[in-house]
């Protein structure tokens, strides 16, 4: 888990970096907001997000995680297919329910792991 930490800790320092530096423009457009921010580097830092999130779930040992993780990389593909501008505000909405779906395997998943790690 120490690389999605890492990844994680790195795009937790740059994006507020980028939005205290630049100003940070939203647009109204049917059914959702788009939001924009100068940021020269903008694909690696959300390909470190992605990968930060879905890569902890995709090696959490739980299958109901690992499954929420493959949903959730094809989430993000479709809706930056569709919707390049407009992805971090449907994200958002999106991340909201993945928390809860989170939140509910916590509270009533199993105590244990599904397979135990092993340290070689």
């Given at each position: ?9 790195a ?10 530096r630049a ?5 109204e ?37 690992e499954i ?27 991340a ?5 779906a ?19």
């Open positions: 888990m120490i690389p999605f930490i890492v990844l994680g800790a795009v937790t320092v740059d994006l507020p970096t980028a939005m205290l100003p940070i423009n939203a647009t457009r049917p059914y959702h907001i788009a939001y924009s921010i100068d940021i020269g580097h903008g694909g690696l830092v959300g390909a470190c997000y992605v990968a930060a999130v879905c890569g902890a779930l995709l090696f959490s040992g739980y299958r109901h995680i929420l993780a493959v949903v959730n990389l094809a989430g993000v593909a479709v809706l930056a297919w569709l919707i390049v501008d407009e992805f971090a505000s449907l994200w958002c909405g999106y909201a329910l993945t928390a809860g989170i939140a509910l395997h916590m509270r009533y998943g199993k105590p244990h792991r599904a397979t135990p790690y092993v340290l070689t």
